[in-house]
């Protein structure tokens, strides 16, 4: 199972970007069955955890990104999202995903996101 995450870019304050995490090499059924997570980890910071997409759909987010940033997903597509909108420059960071099955967890590569104010 491999996960490819884009989307990152620079932006300024106020801003919105979306992320993508593509999977490949597992099963469309299992994909469904799994939680998503978007992480980040900023300059000199330890990674921390943003948002949860679960396999029923239900969502929660970091408190610092509520109601700013959507987690979604593409059944079909195999691919999960991450639509941030209002974007602040302390947003700035590699953006992770990680897709949990049942037996076993995988990760993305990261993204670069910039903010700048």
């Known amino acids: 199972v491999q996960l490819q995450a884009s989307g990152g870019g620079s932006v300024q304050a106020g801003g919105s970007l979306k992320l993508s995490c593509a999977t490949s090499g597992i099963d469309t059924n299992v994909f469904a069955r799994s939680d998503v997570h978007w992480y980040r980890q900023a300059p000199g910071r330890q990674r921390e955890w943003v948002a949860e997409?679960?396999?029923?759909?239900?969502?929660s987010y970091e408190g610092a990104v509520q109601d700013r940033f959507t987690v979604s997903r593409d059944r079909d597509k195999k691919t999960a999202y991450l639509h941030m909108t209002a974007l602040k420059p302390e947003d700035t960071g590699v953006y992770y995903c990680?897709?949990?099955?049942?037996?076993?967890?995988?990760w993305g590569q990261g993204t670069q996101v910039t903010v700048s104010s």
């Open positions: 997409l679960t396999w029923a759909l239900t969502t």
């Open positions: 990680k897709v949990r099955t049942s037996y076993d967890e995988y």
